[in-house]
């Protein structure tokens, strides 16, 4: 039933709280891939090149800041699934670009994606994305299963 399962990760240890429901639905129900992505959203400034501080940043800088983000995030990626072992199940990466939640689910169907395995909480921050936010956008906007994991020591009715 699921062949392909995309597992968006955002950097923290809440994101990752689904790895070990993603290893046993891949080993249960012999999934062939699991492709770990993770999202670099454009960086917005409020007005005009500058940033927070009112500097003005060259087009160059902001190439270099985007190059930058996207080789963390690729090494964050890597990283993670040196960790896993998922016994025949081909493990990928991939680094997309654009609005975490539209990007995602552009993202699942494109390619074929049977289910979607995310936090229903990750981070939040400049450079970072709300999985909150992001999971209930991708629940209005994916058109397949999407199984969200509740961080461990989460309080009932927060």
């Given at each position: 039933?699921?062949?392909?399962?995309?597992?968006?990760?955002?950097?923290?240890?809440?994101?990752?709280?689904?790895?070990?429901?993603?290893?046993?639905?891949?080993?249960?129900?012999?999934?062939?891939?699991?492709?770990?992505?993770?999202?670099?959203?454009?960086?917005?400034?409020?007005?005009?090149?500058?940033?927070?501080?009112?500097?003005?940043?060259?087009?160059?800088?902001?190439?270099?800041?985007?190059?930058?983000?996207?080789?963390?995030?690729?090494?964050?990626?890597?990283?993670?699934?040196?960790?896993?072992?998922?016994?025949?199940?081909?493990?990928?990466?991939?680094?997309?670009?654009?609005?975490?939640?539209?990007?995602?689910?552009?993202?699942?169907?494109?390619?074929?994606?049977?289910?979607?395995?995310?936090?229903?909480?990750?981070?939040?921050?400049?450079?970072r994305w709300?999985?909150?936010?992001?999971?209930?956008?991708?629940i209005r906007?994916?058109?397949?299963?999407?199984?969200?994991?509740?961080?461990?020591?989460?309080?009932?009715?927060?």
């Amino acid at each position: 039933m699921y062949q392909r399962i995309m597992v968006p990760l955002d950097g923290s240890e809440l994101a990752e709280c689904v790895l070990p429901h993603v290893e046993s639905i891949a080993k249960g129900c012999g999934v062939k891939s699991v492709i770990f992505v993770g999202v670099v959203e454009p960086i917005q400034f409020t007005g005009g090149g500058a940033d927070a501080a009112g500097y003005f940043l060259k087009d160059e800088d902001l190439r270099q800041m985007e190059v930058s983000r996207q080789s963390a995030v690729e090494d964050y990626l890597q990283q993670t699934m040196s960790r896993l072992n998922y016994d025949g199940v081909n493990l990928q990466s991939e680094v997309i670009r654009g609005k975490a939640a539209e990007s995602l689910a552009e993202y699942a169907e494109k390619n074929e994606i049977d289910l979607i395995v995310m936090a229903t909480h990750g981070r939040s921050g400049i450079s970072r994305w709300v999985v909150g936010n992001v999971a209930d956008r991708i629940i209005r906007s994916a058109c397949v299963p999407v199984l969200l994991v509740r961080a461990p020591g989460c309080i009932p009715g927060i």
